[in-house]
């Protein structure tokens, strides 16, 4: 709100919010030409995508909100498993 009052929003359950930011951002990147339809549909497999949504109350306690930070700024690849080639190309070994 303007005043800075918090509304919450009416109820929407997790699976349709996980649903349309996959679209949202899954569009973006295609649209920027930065992934192809193919690896869209690779990715849409996995049974982990990465996208999820929390649908819950606001988190107020401290401490679950520093360990929600730290798990969001986490590097999701380990440092010694990438490497950079002569050419655009990070690899990654699992």
């Given amino acids: 709100m ?3 009052e918090f509304k919450p929003a009416p109820a ?3 699976k349709t919010v996980r649903e349309l ?3 949202k951002v899954f569009s973006m990147l295609r649209d920027k030409g930065l992934i192809c339809h193919e690896n869209v549909d690779k990715i849409r497999s996995w049974k982990h995508t990465g996208f999820d949504a929390w649908i ?3 988190i107020t306690d401290t401490k679950e909100i520093v ?3 730290m798990c969001t700024v986490r ?7 990438l490497i950079v080639d002569d050419g ?3 690899k990654y070994f699992a």
């Fill in 2 to 4: 303007p005043n800075g």
């Fill in 12 to 14: 929407i359950d997790a």
């Fill in 21 to 23: 930011f996959d679209a």
């Fill in 56 to 58: 819950g109350p606001p």
């Fill in 67 to 69: 360990q929600l930070g």
């Fill in 75 to 81: 590097a999701p690849a380990a440092s010694g498993r």
């Fill in 88 to 90: 655009p190309r990070v």
